[in-house]
């Protein structure tokens, strides 16, 4: 089945700077790679996707790298907020079935 | 709210009871998915249902955990003869199309999750 590492597991950032997860999958034939955010005692959060055709997708502050040869793929956030503390998951899928990384957990400082 | 709601949003029982917990998808979702999140890891992949049939359960971990889906749409995770290893976030997500199709959406939309705890 399909493997997901995701790092780093924890991450600190000063408010206004940027934060990067990156995350690498096993499984050559997975092409959906969707990342949520989770907040405290909350059900996960789409935040982005992006599916193997593309190679980068971006909304507004976010922006989400792939790299299909190298097998990972990456969460970019610029300009942190304090409301972007949060858990962060990444994900891929080859069909219905996700298969999340550990998690991060992000803490952006006033 | 339009969302995936579950109930309840916390269940504590004791070793060797007997569990219900609900899922109700966004309307009109025809895909629906069990997961369990165990304390600070990512959620694991249980059960997908498409419409009322159980299209993948290779996640149940045995036999005591069962789910259905009657209607096509309210779903229920049953789980006999709890073991405290049970304990976890157990999440429901549900999507407009399942992934793998053709120009189908696989955006899955999660619910807030139960926090079974059993003692």
């Known amino acids: 089945g399909e493997n997901v590492e995701q790092h780093p597991s924890t991450l600190s950032v000063q408010e206004g700077d940027s934060a990067v997860i990156k995350c690498t999958y096993s499984?050559?034939?997975?092409?959906?790679f969707p990342w949520y955010k989770q907040e405290l005692g909350k059900g996960p959060q789409l935040i982005i996707d992006?599916?193997?055709?593309?190679g980068e997708k971006k909304d507004q502050r976010i922006a989400v790298t792939l790299n299909k040869t190298a097998k990972h793929f990456s969460l970019h956030i610029t300009e942190t907020q304090p409301e972007d503390s949060a858990v962060y998951f990444c994900a891929a899928s080859r069909d219905y079935k996700l298969s999340f990384g550990a998690g991060t957990t992000v803490t952006v400082r006033a | 709210g339009a969302g995936v709601s579950q109930t309840p949003s916390n269940k504590v029982t004791e070793k060797g009871k007997y569990v219900e917990l609900r899922c109700d998808p966004i309307s009109g979702h025809t895909a629906l998915y069990w997961y369990r999140q165990s304390l600070g890891q990512g959620p694991e992949f249980l059960i997908y249902f498409q419409g009322t049939g159980a299209a993948d359960d290779s996640g149940l971990p045995n036999d005591r955990f069962f789910a259905v889906r009657p209607e096509g749409s309210v779903s229920t995770l049953k789980i006999q003869r709890t073991e405290r290893g049970d304990s976890a976030v157990y999440l429901c997500?549900?999507?407009?199309?399942?992934?793998?199709?053709?120009?189908?959406?696989?955006?899955?939309?999660f619910g807030p999750g139960t926090r079974l705890t059993v003692l």
């Open positions: 499984d050559s034939a997975s092409n959906y």
């Open positions: 992006i599916r193997s055709n593309v």
């Open positions: 997500a549900s999507s407009s199309t399942p992934g793998g199709l053709a120009g189908g959406r696989r955006e899955q939309f």
